[in-house]
């Protein structure tokens, strides 16, 4: 069984699109994220869900909105997309606010702005 | 703010032996948590290794093992009898207690080159 899983894995689309990536973890974890891996490799935190309430709210613009439907949920919504949004962007969850905050990640959504 | 360093970009290892990836960190919170990520091309993030900034002991699993100095903010891992399916890059991350919400911290990485 998938622990984290994603859809799509790959998605490409124009400038100006809409677009929503979805997440779904089996883990029973009370936490949720999305992560932004850049052309660099480099991964920051964008979002976190405890319990269905935004915990956390980096400095990504508004035209990126997450949405938790249920604790085992976590989709992603980005408006009007923009060269610089392709990316790889990664679903994780984690036990927190038990055990020792590991996160377990999705495979990842390889996202391509045209 | 935390921070997390890895100074090596690039490093490569011959197969069977040993290779350590370094890793510093900066935190003002005294109850943490620090990882190392394994990210093969597929891209999937695989967990190595976890370390309780609480505990003394250095964690080991199977040929992964870390230096963990607390004084010192540096948490290096150490792979041994290095295979060809350890390439990857590696990534180093930071999360403390109580801000588990708050996601990881990661580094820039370390590409590991396994040479046959």
């Known amino acids: 069984d998938t622990a984290v899983s994603q859809t799509p894995k790959y998605l490409v689309t124009q400038m100006g699109n809409d677009k929503s990536i979805k997440c779904e973890q089996n883990l029973g974890h009370d936490t949720m994220y999305w992560y932004k891996q850049d052309s660099k490799k480099f991964l920051k935190i964008m979002f976190s869900y405890n319990n269905k309430e935004l915990i956390i709210n980096e400095t990504v613009p508004n035209r990126f909105s997450p949405k938790s439907p249920d604790k085992a949920h976590l989709n992603l919504h980005i408006n009007s997309l923009e060269l610089g949004d392709s990316a790889v962007y990664f679903c994780?969850?984690?036990?927190?606010?038990?055990?020792?905050?590991?996160?377990?990640f999705g495979p990842g959504t390889r996202l391509t702005v045209t | 703010a935390q921070t997390v360093t890895q100074s090596q970009p690039e490093m490569s290892v011959q197969e069977a032996e040993t290779v350590t990836l370094s890793c510093t960190y900066d935190t003002s919170e005294s109850d943490y948590y620090l990882f190392w990520y394994k990210q093969p091309p597929s891209r999937q993030m695989i967990l190595v290794i976890r370390?309780?900034?609480?505990?003394?002991q250095n964690a080991t699993e199977n040929r992964f093992s870390v230096n963990f100095q607390k004084a010192a903010k540096s948490f290096s891992l150490k792979i041994s009898d290095s295979q060809l399916g350890d390439a990857a890059m590696y990534f180093c991350a930071m999360g403390y207690s109580g801000g588990g919400a708050d996601g990881l911290t990661f580094g820039k990485g370390t590409h590991l080159i396994i040479q046959p």
């Open positions: 994780a969850s984690s036990p927190y606010p038990d055990s020792t905050y590991e996160q377990y």
């Open positions: 370390q309780e900034a609480y505990k003394q």
